[in-house]
């Protein structure tokens, strides 16, 4: 069963407007963790947000927010204000545990491309 | 610099070659992953080394070997490339704020 589900391919978002990344996850572990990575077209992934299992919060970094709803199972990533270096593929990927060892994976979405456009 | 570093960015290599992509790292993270990229998949994991001498299986192994002798290296080796595993290989490691840095990437192409 996919951990980690992005159903949106592509989305397309004019400059300077708002635009939501959907991402949902399946997990049993109580302990988690939801990352959203960038990767601009050079290839290199690029740390955006986390947001812990636990935190009550949603986490915010600058222009990029996280929408936790954690009974829906759900991590949006909503990024304000779109510039055109937003461009890029945005993965949603979740921290997983092995139990007793310590040892924590990340399981990735398939992606999602985002186009902003002038 | 430190970081993790990856080699080659780039590699052609004919089907039943055997290719080894390398992962350096200059801190002392314990754990070290390997992840390829596939179109449709997004990152899946090959292998994982919890410390020097420890690997173990992740998702997609099938034709893949890694060796971590020293924590700083962790190279992942292709034994006999196939087409199927033309992808973008990337190493990663626990570290930083929330954990993950990975590196550059290796785009390998076997033709």
């Known amino acids: 069963a996919q951990k980690i589900t992005q159903t949106q391919p592509g989305m397309f978002v004019q400059e300077k407007e708002a635009v939501t990344l959907d991402c949902t996850y399946d997990?049993?572990?109580?302990?988690?963790?939801l990352f959203w990575y960038k990767q601009p077209s050079s290839g290199e992934m690029i740390f955006l947000i986390y947001q812990g299992s636990y935190d009550q919060q949603n986490a915010t970094e600058g222009r990029y927010s996280l929408n936790f709803q954690k009974a829906r199972k759900s991590a949006n990533l909503v990024i304000s204000a779109s510039q055109l270096g937003d461009s890029a593929m945005y993965f949603c990927a979740m921290r997983e545990g092995l139990a007793n060892t310590g040892f924590q994976k990340l399981v990735f979405g398939t992606g999602t491309r985002l186009l902003v456009s002038p | 610099d430190a970081g993790i570093t990856q080699s080659p960015r780039y590699k052609i290599t004919e089907t039943g070659r055997q290719v080894t992509l390398m992962c350096h790292q200059t801190w002392s993270h314990s754990y070290m992953f390997w992840y390829r990229q596939d179109l449709g998949h997004g990152l899946r994991l090959i292998y994982y080394?919890?410390?020097?001498?420890?690997?173990d299986k992740g998702e997609v192994p099938d034709g893949y070997v890694v060796s971590r002798s020293k924590t700083e290296n962790f190279p992942l080796t292709l034994e006999s490339a196939t087409r199927s595993q033309t992808s973008v290989y990337f190493c990663a490691s626990i570290g930083g704020d929330y954990g993950y840095t990975f590196g550059s990437g290796t785009r390998l192409t076997v033709v």
């Open positions: 080394s919890a410390a020097a001498d420890i690997t």
């Open positions: 997990t049993s572990d109580p302990s988690y963790g």
